[in-house]
């Protein structure tokens, strides 16, 4: 093992790790060792002193933001929310403009679910904490849709669903409801070609025997 200095200078009296004084420290020691008398525009600086900037940050700062794990395992969770309003602009999750709108269910839940972690609850807990309020509030919204389906139901209303699924489920029920009735349709024709010919039938004996009486 070596001994010693072991920086990367290999000494621990390198210009990188001595005290460096700026102009102000170095004027103001050559005045105290008298070196130099006191000039007129040391006044002047400290009176109004220049910025201090060998404290300030030069370099980028990383910063982190908390909602992208966050959305991250939501998604992993419920993939279908990524879907919700993905044809309004400002939903389109990129490199640079990875945020979703205020009113988008995913931002909604990442937001309670922070809330929930910033007072010491569990991620996880929070998680479900979450999602039993988020259901709630998906069950009062299906109740009140369904009372405003029944009170339009003479106006012709379409109900406004909560997933892309059903309203897929809705267009297979309209192709089915419309091959039903096509269905129902040939039936009653060929009902109906079955039954004329038995009909005239009928006729032409009811009218022989009024003949013969």
């Known amino acids: 093992m070596p001994k010693g200095a072991i920086h990367f200078t290999g000494s621990n009296f390198a210009i990188r790790r001595r005290l460096r004084w700026d102009i102000l420290d170095r004027m103001r020691k050559l005045i105290e060792n008298g070196t130099y008398k006191r000039p007129r525009w040391m006044d002047w600086v400290e009176a109004h002193p220049p910025l201090d900037t060998r404290n300030l940050l030069h370099t980028d700062k990383i910063v982190k933001n908390p909602y992208h794990p966050l959305i991250s395992n939501l998604l992993n969770r419920y993939p279908h929310l990524r879907f919700e309003g993905c044809f309004n602009p400002d939903n389109e999750w990129q490199k640079g403009l990875d945020y979703y709108t205020h009113d988008h269910p995913v931002m909604q839940f990442v937001t309670y679910q922070l809330s929930l972690m910033n007072k010491g609850i569990d991620k996880e807990e929070a998680f479900r904490r979450t999602e039993e309020v988020f259901y709630d509030k998906r069950i009062?919204?299906?109740?009140?849709?369904?009372?405003?389906?029944?009170?339009?139901?003479?106006?012709?209303?379409?109900?406004?669903?909560?997933?892309?699924?059903?309203?897929?489920?809705?267009?297979?029920?309209?192709?089915?409801?419309?091959?039903?009735?096509?269905?129902?349709?040939?039936?009653?024709k060929i009902k109906k070609e079955v039954m004329e010919p038995k009909n005239e039938k009928n006729d032409n004996k009811e009218n022989n025997k009024q003949s013969g009486i």
């Open 140 to 188: 009062e919204t299906e109740k009140k849709q369904k009372v405003k389906m029944a009170l339009g139901i003479d106006t012709d209303a379409s109900p406004m669903y909560t997933t892309g699924f059903a309203y897929h489920n809705e267009k297979i029920a309209n192709n089915k409801e419309k091959l039903l009735i096509h269905i129902r349709d040939e039936l009653r």
